[in-house]
């Protein structure tokens, strides 16, 4: 069953552009692009952790490129791309990073200030919008618990 994200209290979750400087209200700095981001030092971005695999995938990102139009449509794929086993792991990091208590902040390189794939997964955060079935904490555990299971099995 899917329990909701909401369930995580997080008292402040940021959207910033990788390429601005770190500040100290920063908290928990979390780059969630697949590259890493062009010129810039590991010491300058003072990243806390690279969860790439929390960024769309090429195939959706170039889609997303030639189409920026398609907002709407790129959110509910890469929402789809998030609800999927590659991504359990690195969700599971992100609310276990918010659940601690701190500030969060999600690092991003788009130029595109207002809809980049650091906004959507802040918004999936918040609740402001409606997660796909699969994307919340105790979605995470399920996925990987039915990945353990042995193929062709049955249970018990």
């Known amino acids: 069953m899917f329990h909701s994200h909401r369930e995580i209290s997080i008292p402040m979750l ?3 552009r990788v390429y601005e400087a770190p500040a ?4 928990a ?3 969630v692009d697949r590259l890493w981001p062009r010129g810039l030092s590991k010491e300058a ?7 790439r695999e929390l960024a769309p995938s090429d195939a ?14 790129f959110r509910k794929r890469y929402f789809k791309e998030l609800a999927g086993p590659q991504a359990v792991p690195a ?29 959507a997964l802040k918004e999936l955060m918040d ?17 990987r618990k039915r990945a353990a299971r042995p193929r062709g099995g049955r249970r018990r």
Do not use: I
Not at 108 to 115: D, I, K, P, Y
């Open 91 to 119: 969700l599971e990091q992100l609310y276990a990073l918010a659940s601690k208590k701190k500030h969060v902040t999600l690092l991003f390189a788009s130029r595109n200030l207002e809809r980049n794939n650091a906004v």
């Open 24 to 27: 100290r209200g920063d908290g």
């Open 60 to 73: 959706l990102r170039v889609w997303y490129h030639a189409h920026p139009e398609g907002w709407v449509q």
């Open 14 to 16: 940021r959207v910033k």
């Open 127 to 143: 609740g402001t919008k409606k997660p796909p079935t699969g994307t919340g904490p105790a979605a995470a555990v399920s996925v």
């Open 29 to 31: 700095r979390v780059l």
């Open 45 to 51: 971005a003072e990243v806390t952790v690279w969860l």
